[in-house]
């Protein structure tokens, strides 16, 4: 099986633009989780999309927001960007057949914001 | 709210020692706790679970953790440290649903 893909890997834009990161989840996996880690914050939930439909949600500005697809794939988009949003974004998805199952996690997308 | 603290930043070990990555967590009720590791440049990589079934976890790579309630702990050991070993360490906690809190890491470093 192939491992959750996230797309691009790395990404540079400027303060004031909007940015969206894509993740396609192992197949057959319907929850899509989204985490944002900085060196200062650490790993950060954003996030959590289960059939479509936001089930989770961290402690992040209305800036960054997500959406799923039927196909399971999730986007996570951030607007009006900030410097202070340079990150590594983690993509994770589970098959969510009970709460303590495994999440796989994908390599990332590196945003830096200059 | 479940969170938890992992009590060393860096810890240094010999090849061939044993390894502990201290972990405390916190939380109202029985929680599902976790250990990722994260190789440079590589994805965040499950290495152990607890979900109640069993206080002493056995993981991958030799790893194994023991769930002790009355100390609020899950420590991470290993008897043997290899140079391979060497990445970052997350002591995770399930927040609720399927939204996961992690430690702040501790970073391994293994010397020949």
């Known amino acids: 099986k192939a491992g959750v893909t996230q797309t691009p890997r790395y990404l540079i834009k400027t303060r004031g633009q909007q940015v969206t990161l894509s993740c396609s989840p192992i197949?057959?996996?319907?929850?899509v989780s989204w985490y944002q880690q900085t060196p200062g914050q650490g790993l950060q939930f954003l996030f959590e999309?289960?059939?479509?439909?936001?089930?989770n949600k961290g402690n992040f500005p209305g800036r960054f927001s997500g959406r799923q697809f039927s196909n399971s794939r999730s986007e996570m988009n951030v607007s009006t960007l900030e410097l202070g949003d340079s990150a590594l974004y983690l993509c994770?998805?589970?098959?969510?057949?009970?709460?303590?199952?495994?999440?796989?996690f994908g390599p990332g997308t590196r945003l830096t914001v200059l | 709210a479940q969170s938890v603290t992992q009590l060393d930043s860096h810890v240094s070990v010999s090849e061939g020692t044993p390894v502990l990555l201290r972990c405390n967590y916190s939380s109202s009720y029985s929680p599902s706790l976790f250990w990722y590791v994260q190789h440079p440049n590589k994805g965040l990589q499950l290495l152990l679970k607890?979900?109640?079934?069993?206080?002493l976890v056995k993981g991958i790579n030799g790893f194994e953790a023991e769930f002790k309630k009355s100390e609020t702990s899950f420590h991470l050991t290993k008897p043997s440290a290899h140079m391979s070993d060497a990445a970052e360490y997350f002591c995770v906690v399930n927040l609720s649903g399927y939204a996961l809190n992690f430690g702040k890491g501790t970073s391994l470093l293994v010397t020949p």
């Open positions: 999309y289960f059939s479509e439909t936001q089930r």
């Open positions: 994770a998805s589970s098959s969510r057949t009970s709460p303590d199952n495994e999440q796989f």
């Open positions: 607890y979900t109640s079934a069993a206080t």
């Open positions: 197949s057959g996996h319907r929850s």
